[in-house]
């Protein structure tokens, strides 16, 4: 298996969890994993985004543009910003919920998910988009936007893993309290 994956968000949503969990199930599975992630001004609201690799043949951490095989985004701005790493026949997984940067909010420019959205439409044939605003809402807790987006992203066929692999890693890192909600977000149908 080789797999390069870019996860992409704003602080606080998970991102580097994510990142943490699939770069585990690779590792539980034998393959060597490399990642890089880059969290700048993450506290702040700042972008969040992780570069992992899965494979025997990698040398460095950082994937090449136009060649990640999947972005799960977990904020639609920051996955339009990414959209260069994808290979031309990769998946995008992305939340509709956008996350205003701090600098767009200072100079009142507009933003929207919906126009970020219709942007990855018409770049990108992969693509899921997952509302995990009502999903979460659903659920009774924001907390779990990165599990349900590693479901979506496990449905795709692109992250070669299944749920219950995911679901391993989440028990061995999480408190027992937690299992229950994630594993209703990894198994969510939309």
């Known amino acids: 298996m080789h797999k390069n994956i870019v996860l992409c968000g704003v602080g606080g949503q998970g991102t580097v969890l994510a990142s943490k969990l699939l770069a585990a199930c690779a590792m539980t599975k034998g393959l060597k994993v490399m990642s890089?992630?880059?969290?700048?001004?993450?506290?702040?609201?700042?972008?969040?985004?992780?570069?992992?690799r899965i494979g025997e043949d990698i040398l460095t951490p950082m994937i090449a543009k136009k060649t990640a095989d999947i972005i799960i985004g977990f904020e639609p701005g920051e996955a339009?910003?990414?959209?260069?790493?994808l290979k031309d026949d990769g998946?995008?997984?992305?939340?509709?919920?956008?996350?205003?940067?701090?600098?767009?909010?200072?100079?009142?420019?507009?933003?929207?998910?919906?126009?970020?959205i219709s942007y990855l439409k018409s770049k990108v044939s992969k693509l899921t988009v997952v509302d995990t605003e009502a999903a979460c809402k659903k659920l009774g807790t924001p907390k779990v936007m990165n599990v349900l987006l590693l479901g979506a992203a496990v449905?795709?066929?692109?992250?070669?893993?299944?749920?219950?692999?995911i679901m391993e890693e989440i028990k061995k890192r999480m408190p027992e309290k937690m299992y229950a909600i994630n594993e209703q977000a990894l198994f969510y149908e939309f």
């Open 91 to 116: 998946a995008v997984v992305v939340s509709n919920k956008a996350v205003m940067p701090i600098t767009a909010s200072l100079s009142k420019s507009d933003y929207s998910a919906e126009q970020m």
């Open 36 to 52: 890089a992630e880059t969290i700048g001004m993450a506290q702040r609201g700042g972008s969040v985004f992780s570069h992992l």
């Open 80 to 85: 339009v910003r990414m959209l260069p790493y």
């Open 155 to 165: 449905r795709t066929g692109e992250i070669g893993f299944t749920p219950n692999e």
